[in-house]
Nanobody
Framework: QVQLVESGGGLVQAGGSLRLACAASGDIFSINTMGWYRQVPGKQRELVATITSPISITNYADSVKGRFTVSRDNAKNTVYLQMNSLKPEDTAVYYC???????????????WGQGTQVTVSS
């Protein structure tokens, strides 16, 4: 089994910063892509940022480029999202997504965190 635990959401004023973290534990052989998505009520979940492994190639939604930074700590099986210059439109539930292989014999599967609320007040 694999467990993902997210932390770091909360309420912040526009222009402020938050740092999200998502730690994976359990039966992990390797982790490929790690990323963050967000969702607001009534809308589809959208990609925010991803980072690959072993070479850390990052990808960002246009709406967050220059403000958000995704990073990973492979030793801790953890992915981070540093969010700066937050805007009210960044308000959403943020979910981490990790593509994890649980053994050399298994194909990778996508695992999702429980979600953490980020609210940006104007």
């Amino acid at each position: 089994q694999v467990q993902l635990v997210e932390s770091g959401g909360g309420l912040v004023q526009a222009g402020g910063s938050l740092r999200l973290a998502c730690a994976a534990s359990g039966d992990i052989f390797s982790i490929n892509t790690m990323g963050w998505y967000r969702q607001v009520p009534g809308k589809q979940r959208e990609l925010v940022a991803t980072i690959t492994s072993p070479i850390s190639i990052t990808n960002y939604a246009d709406s967050v480029k220059g403000r958000f930074t995704v990073s990973r700590d492979n030793a801790k099986n953890t992915v981070y999202l540093q969010m700066n210059s937050l805007k009210p439109e960044d308000t959403a539930v943020y979910y981490c997504n990790l593509r994890i292989r649980t053994s050399i014999r298994n194909a990778p599967n996508d695992y999702w965190g429980q979600g953490t609320q980020v609210t940006v007040s104007s």
